[in-house]
């Protein structure tokens, strides 16, 4: 998620109430600024990046294949593709 999601009921007290790790920096206007793993946040950059790639492949963003083997070698094809350019 994003700064955009910043709802302290909906989404940030479910993530405390199981351990989980804030991983998003607050809204720049927002009164209560929370900590954050700043590394963390940017692999996030870098994950998001690779989906939008990836999602330039048509068969992969319409989902042609109807198995799911053969959706995952689509996606492990178009992977392959990336890391190679």
């Not at 999601?5 to 804030?22: A, L």
């Not at 940017?42 to 990836?54: G, T, V, Y």
Request: positive net charge; charged residues 25%.
């Amino acid at each position: 998620m994003d700064k955009a999601y910043n709802s302290k009921d909906r989404v940030i007290d479910p993530i405390h109430n199981i351990n989980g790790q804030i991983v998003m920096p607050s809204k720049s206007n927002a009164i209560d600024q929370r900590d954050y793993d700043q590394h963390l946040y940017k692999a996030r950059h870098l994950i998001e990046n690779f989906f939008a790639k990836l999602k330039q492949y048509r068969g992969i963003a319409t989902r042609y294949d109807k198995l799911a083997q053969n959706f995952l070698s689509a996606i492990y094809l178009a992977s392959i593709m990336i890391w190679l350019n």
